[in-house]
């Protein structure tokens, strides 16, 4: 059993939801920012689980697939469109700190390899890449909404 939130989300603006089936959240802060994404009237379209982007494994050296969380669109305050996709991730899986064990250090490496490539697919395909992590999602312990 999972410690994490998980379950489908019902969008409130369905024609803002350009992903295919139901949204499906793996946290409590995807569950957040789909909130976000269906909400805010400046997210023109969002989809959960869009994009498949191939990439080696850093130990296996496997060729695979990452699946990012969110691709949005979204219109800026100068009315300027915008692309991204979003990774949602905790500040431990994103960078190695202090003392961490074998397994989170991989976990790391194994993050980095996939927005490595992810980085490039959106470089090449004119897309912003971002990893959100609680300094990001969370100011003085409480969500941003």
Known sequence: ???????TFQPQNPGKYVGKGQPRYRSGWELSFFR????????????????VIKYQHPFTRRITNYVPDIFMRY???HGKIHSEIIEIKPRKQ?????????????VVAV??????AARAWCMRSKIEFRVLTE????RNGTKKR
């Open 1 to 7: 059993m999972s410690n994490f939130a998980q379950g």
């Open 75 to 77: 219109r800026d305050q």
């Open 111 to 116: 993050n980095h390899a996939k927005w490595a």
């Open 36 to 51: 976000f994404c269906d909400e805010n009237p400046s997210v023109l379209e969002w989809a959960s689980e869009a994009i």
């Open 94 to 106: 994103s960078m190695i700190e202090g003392k961490m064990n074998e397994h989170d250090r991989a």
């Open 135 to 138: 300094d990001v999602l969370f």
